[in-house]
């Protein structure tokens, strides 16, 4: 166990916020799975601690602590809106997922909600990842998902997913599909090499790519996105034409600029929250 003590960081937000799938929260703890390993981490007076035999630099990389979280927000800082997200929620950051897992994580998460993706994420790893200590696995490699079987992998819940899961294993095994040349493209080349896929429209594309691929021009429209634009955004000259969701995410970029991928998970992530409340209030 070691501590960190990093530059404007805050976990539960960072953690909470929606982008990552498989962290669980108990108390002030959260525990993770990444590869092999599994993790516990927690913050007190902004300082990390880690329960873990990964490095320090591990996290540094994955929390994206070496962000320069200062510039990101002044310039994405383009209006009240945005600026009360980022005072409110000040800390929350990009995390750098594994491409693979990034990638059928979000092909899991179409049409769905947070609860369920996560479920059939822990049921792809407890069927076919390894168990790496109780009640805690891996997840599954592309070969494994490649030659699965499709009644166990019935057995996720995976429902209209499952055969486009297998195919998408199958590509990467083939290497018809390089993730580690997907790395190397520019956006709008990834973007359209991701929508070959079945079952990827834009939304998930720059979702992986965003938050896969450190694709930073990604700006996800999803409903809460939508409904922002819509209120507050839609009267802008950009929308004069029309207001399509591939529009939405033309004018995010524009707007936000360079670092509109963190601007759109600001902006989410008060929706959400803002939902959350009337919910339960």
């Not at 929606?18 to 007190?44: A, L």
């Not at 390894?130 to 499709?150: H, K, M, R, V, W």
């Amino acid at each position: 166990m070691y501590r960190l003590k990093p530059k404007i960081f805050d976990l539960n937000y960072t953690l909470d916020c929606g982008q990552v799938f498989r962290w669980e929260r108990d108390g002030d703890w959260w525990t993770g799975v990444f590869g092999d390993y599994v993790v516990r981490i927690s913050q007190d007076d902004g300082k990390l601690i880690v329960d873990s035999k990964l490095s320090p630099k591990f996290f540094v990389n994955y929390f994206r602590l070496d962000d320069d979280l200062l510039s990101i927000y002044k310039s994405m800082n383009k209006d009240l809106l945005i600026n009360k997200a980022i005072m409110k929620y000040r800390g929350l950051r990009l995390i750098r997922q594994d491409p693979w897992e990034c990638l059928i994580s979000y092909m899991l998460a179409t049409a769905s909600n947070i609860p369920m993706i996560q479920k059939r994420i822990n049921l792809l790893s407890y069927f076919f990842g390894q168990e790496i200590e109780e009640g805690y696995f891996s997840f599954p490699d592309p070969q494994t998902l490649a030659n699965a079987d499709l009644s166990v992998l019935g057995k996720c819940k995976l429902g209209f997913r499952t055969e486009r899961i297998k195919d998408t294993a199958r590509k990467v095994c083939s290497g018809e599909l390089d993730l580690d040349a997907l790395s190397r493209l520019e956006y709008r080349y990834s973007r359209d090499r991701l929508m070959r896929l079945r079952g990827i429209g834009e939304k998930v594309a720059d979702c992986v790519l965003l938050f896969g691929f450190e694709e930073m021009e990604s700006f996800p429209v999803d409903t809460h996105i939508r409904q922002i634009i819509q209120q507050h955004h839609i009267y802008n000259k950009f929308f004069k034409n029309y207001s399509s969701l591939s529009k939405m995410g033309d004018w995010g970029r524009e707007y936000f600029g360079p670092y509109c991928g963190y601007a759109q998970q600001y902006l989410f992530y008060q929706r959400r929250q803002s939902i959350r409340k009337s919910v339960y209030f």
